[in-house]
């Protein structure tokens, strides 16, 4: 049974930074293009971070410079470095494939952000 399960959200201040975990079982990370998407209520679960099969990622213009996607084929898990947070990436975060059917979709990490 696939299944994706992120950790690591909680509540931070502006500025301040969190580290997100993506651990996988039932199937194997590194054979897919991996993204982390974040989604607010009410509005669709948008793309920030990919990692390629071969560790080349991508960022979303919007968290470039701050967020870091990494991945341990060791650990079968995906991490989200999140540095200089600010009030607009409260949100929950997922992670999932990026190209074609995505696996089963797990619980999400919170992150929220105080004022």
């Known amino acids: 049974q696939v299944q994706l399960v992120e950790s690591g959200g909680g509540l931070v201040q502006p500025g301040g930074s969190l580290k997100l975990s993506c651990a996988a079982s039932?199937?194997?990370?590194?054979?897919?293009?991996m993204g982390w998407y974040r989604q607010t209520p009410g509005k669709q679960r948008d793309l920030v971070a990919s990692?390629?099969?071969?560790?080349?990622?991508f960022y979303g213009d919007s968290v470039k410079g701050r967020f870091t996607i990494s991945r341990d084929n060791a650990k079968n898990t995906v991490y989200l470095q999140m540095n200089s947070l600010k009030p607009e990436d409260p949100a929950v975060y997922y992670c999932?494939?990026?190209?074609?059917?995505?696996?089963?979709w797990g619980r999400g990490a919170q992150v929220t952000i105080s004022s």
């Open positions: 039932g199937t194997i990370v590194s054979a897919y293009r």
């Open positions: 999932n494939t990026v190209i074609g059917e995505p696996l089963p």
């Open positions: 990692i390629t099969r071969n560790g080349t990622t």
